[in-house]
């Protein structure tokens, strides 16, 4: 029994190798690769890690400002909010097996990956640019609306992620020349990042100075932060409609400058690069049965959990930073320029974890990044706003 699973290994082994040398040939014959040395030009990688950008640049903007979008201007309850928000992330972790599922029995002349990259992207503009308007509607309906548009977005984005993550197994069979290829990924992904923060904290500041909620008029002897059942707080401070208008028009260029360079990254991606075919095969069929292979897997499961916890506590503090600096600290002038301080401390330390990975191990320094990132978690709740005893 143990010989016959033996023999089959080994042969799967040896087919998967003889299917990348024939793969390499062809890449050689086509131009994708330098012969003999079987690297990705510069172009390639180039066109390759653009990709990259769309995914994390909509994801950081939602993370970042959809929290006080939707509070300040289209004016939704917190509750509401919350719904919204976490059907969202739940409907994505729906998502995800599913395309990935429909993917692996993708079979098209333009390769398996590349097509899933491409026909998306005008329903994700779509979609991303209706989370940004404001309807005249009431307020329940508006939260369907949020929330239709919300998880949608997200269906069409795991579309582009979900592929584009798998098409570096597809790019080349050299290892090194994957690596190489992550790396300017991860370049052009901490690019999206800023370009998040840059783009729509630009486009508030621009457009959305006068709009506030005017936090003095709480009733500071209430036991809770905020003593009313709905957001009459948020919506009765507004200066007036004019400034709320403005605001929404702000967020809906930025959505729309930023959607402009989603289509650009996905159609540099699709037509920059090519994928070899048929590279990976899964011998299972049906989707329960596959997904019952991956969730057998003990060491996957480990790790799915504690990169589920660290993902929820990191996307909580970014959902609220927004609101914490404006009405907790008094510093929402200062938000946009927070970010871009955080995000470029982040680019500037990324060679020190790319050195600590080396020397000490993936798993030990996500373990070290972890057990920093705890105390400055917990440093937040004792910032106060010193304008309080000032006045």
Not at 295 to 303: A, G, N, P, R, V
């Given at each position: 029994?143990?010989e016959t699973?033996s023999d ?7 087919n998967f190798?003889?299917?990348l040398g024939i793969?390499?040939?062809?890449f050689?014959?086509?131009?994708l690769?330098?012969?003999n ?7 390639q990688?180039?066109?390759f890690a ?5 995914y994390q640049?909509c994801?950081?903007?939602l993370?970042?400002f ?6 300040e201007?289209?004016q939704?309850?917190p509750?509401q909010v919350s719904?919204i ?7 994505d972790?729906v ?15 333009f ?8 026909f998306p992207?005008?329903f994700?503009?779509f ?12 307020r ?7 929330l239709v548009?919300?998880?949608f ?8 992620h979900?592929p584009?993550t ?5 790019l ?9 290829a ?10 999206g990042v800023?370009l998040?923060a840059v783009?729509q904290?630009?486009?508030?500041s ?11 008029t709480?009733?500071?002897k ?12 948020i ?12 605001l929404s028009?702000g967020?809906?260029?930025s ?5 402009l360079i ?8 699709f037509f920059?690069?090519?994928e070899?075919?048929?590279v990976i095969?899964d011998h ?6 596959s997904f019952?292979?991956v969730?057998s ?14 993902s ?18 008094d510093?929402?002038?200062q938000y ?6 955080l995000?470029?401390s982040s680019i500037l330390s ?7 990975m ?10 070290v990044?972890?057990?920093l990132?705890?105390?400055?978690l917990?440093?937040?709740l004792?910032?106060?706003n010193?304008s309080n005893f000032k006045?």
């Amino acid at each position: 029994m143990n010989e016959t699973e033996s023999d089959d290994s080994c042969r799967e082994s040896f087919n998967f190798k003889k299917s990348l040398g024939i793969k390499k040939q062809k890449f050689e014959q086509d131009g994708l690769m330098i012969k003999n040395e079987g690297k990705l030009s510069i172009f390639q990688k180039i066109c390759f890690a653009v990709g990259g950008l769309p995914y994390q640049m909509c994801g950081n903007a939602l993370g970042l400002f959809i929290s006080p979008f939707l509070l300040e201007v289209s004016q939704i309850r917190p509750k509401q909010v919350s719904v919204i928000l976490f059907s969202g992330r739940g409907w994505d972790a729906v998502t995800d097996p599913l395309i990935g599922f429909f993917v692996n029995r993708t079979n098209t002349r333009f390769g398996k990956l590349r097509p899933w990259i491409l026909f998306p992207v005008p329903f994700a503009i779509f979609c991303y640019i209706m989370i940004w308007y404001v309807p005249d509607i009431s307020r329940s309906s508006k939260t369907i609306w949020y929330l239709v548009f919300y998880c949608f977005f997200q269906t069409f984005l795991s579309c582009l992620h979900v592929p584009y993550t798998s098409l570096t197994m597809y790019l080349t069979p050299d290892q090194a020349e994957r690596d190489s290829a992550t790396g300017y990924r991860m370049v052009f992904e901490v690019l999206g990042v800023l370009l998040a923060a840059v783009i729509q904290g630009i486009m508030i500041s621009i457009y959305g100075s006068t709009v506030n909620c005017d936090v003095t008029t709480l009733n500071l002897k209430s036991t809770t932060p905020f003593p009313y059942n709905d957001s009459s707080l948020i919506s009765n401070n507004l200066n007036d409609d004019s400034d709320t208008n403005k605001l929404s028009e702000g967020y809906l260029i930025s959505a729309s400058i930023m959607s402009l360079i989603y289509l650009i990254c996905c159609l540099t991606t699709f037509f920059g690069t090519k994928e070899m075919k048929d590279v990976i095969t899964d011998h299972n069929k049906e989707f329960f049965k596959s997904f019952k292979s991956v969730f057998s897997h003990k060491s996957y499961i480990t790790l799915l959990l504690a990169f589920l916890f660290n993902s929820l506590a990191v996307q909580l503090v970014q959902s609220n930073l927004a609101l914490f600096c404006k009405y907790t600290v008094d510093a929402g002038d200062q938000y946009q320029y927070l970010i871009i301080v955080l995000l470029v401390s982040s680019i500037l330390s990324l060679p020190l974890w790319q050195y600590l990975m080396i020397k000490l191990g993936k798993k030990t320094t996500y373990a070290v990044g972890l057990i920093l990132l705890i105390p400055n978690l917990f440093v937040l709740l004792y910032i106060e706003n010193t304008s309080n005893f000032k006045n």
